[in-house]
């Protein structure tokens, strides 16, 4: 299983940015697909995780009602709509892949991780 983050960058506070996650093969039907992300000096975080038959979602509570984790099955891709930006949404983004959606915010429920992407949230 291979995942690639993409579409971080640098953003104004409030403003919006989608992330994207390619995944190898059919990883992204057959796996519990999640996004986390780690500021410096930081442990890493849970954001957002989607079952695999799209049917339950799951945010932390920092970014509910801001952000939406979504897929498309056929394209084999996760992503991370942020909305209303804040500064304490910098961090490195990393989509990960799990098997079961019993403790999606855990770090340790996901087997495969991307090599995460940047944002940065500027006021």
């Known amino acids: 299983v291979q995942l690639q983050a993409s579409g971080g960058g640098l953003v104004q506070t409030g403003g919006p940015l989608r992330l994207s996650c390619a995944a190898s093969?059919?990883?992204?039907?057959?796996?519990?697909m999640a996004w986390f992300r780690q500021a410096p000096g930081k442990e890493r975080e849970f954001v957002a995780a989607?079952?695999?038959?799209?049917?339950?979602?799951t945010y932390a509570d920092s970014v509910k009602g801001r952000f939406t984790i979504s897929k498309d099955n056929p394209e084999n891709t996760v992503y991370l709509q942020m909305n209303s930006l804040k500064s304490e949404d910098t961090a490195v983004y990393y989509c990960?892949?799990?098997?079961?959606?019993?403790?999606?915010?855990?770090?340790?429920?996901?087997?495969?991780w991307g090599q995460g992407t940047q944002v940065t949230v500027s006021s």
């Open positions: 093969d059919r990883t992204v039907s057959n796996y519990i």
């Open positions: 990960a892949a799990g098997p079961t959606y019993r403790q999606a915010t855990l770090i340790s429920s996901y087997d495969y």
């Open positions: 989607i079952s695999r038959g799209n049917t339950r979602s």
